[in-house]
């Protein structure tokens, strides 16, 4: 079955950075857009970045745009997420999510908290 799972959350200062790493298995990863979401106390959870499967195309909204990078190594199966300049406002749960075959999947999530 598909599985996802993160890592690379914690605490870091505004200004800071982190990447996240979303291993997965059980399905194909090369030919699945991959994502990552987030979600905050009170908030829906929210799309933060999405990648193609050959990683040709990528998106973001604008809250992230420019600090955030979502790649991919297929060779790996693995999916990242590289955030920059990091502000107390990007304070969430963050998810990697997979699509494949019209179906999606959750990882467990990871905290990501900034606060000085």
């Known amino acids: 079955q598909v599985r996802l799972v993160e890592s690379g959350g914690g605490l870091v200062q505004p200004g800071g950075s982190l990447r996240l790493s979303c291993v997965a298995s059980g399905f194909t990863f090369s030919s699945s857009t991959m994502g990552w979401y987030r979600q905050s106390p009170g908030k829906e959870r929210e799309a933060v970045a999405l990648?193609?499967?050959?990683?040709?195309?990528?998106n973001y909204p604008d809250s992230v745009k420019g600090r955030f990078t979502i790649s991919r190594d297929n060779a790996k199966n693995t999916a990242y997420l590289q955030m920059n300049s990091l502000k107390p406002e990007d304070t969430a749960v963050y998810y990697c999510y997979a699509l494949t075959l019209g179906l999606g999947s959750w990882g467990q999530g990871t905290q990501v908290t900034v606060s000085s």
């Open positions: 990648i193609t499967g050959t990683g040709a195309t990528t």
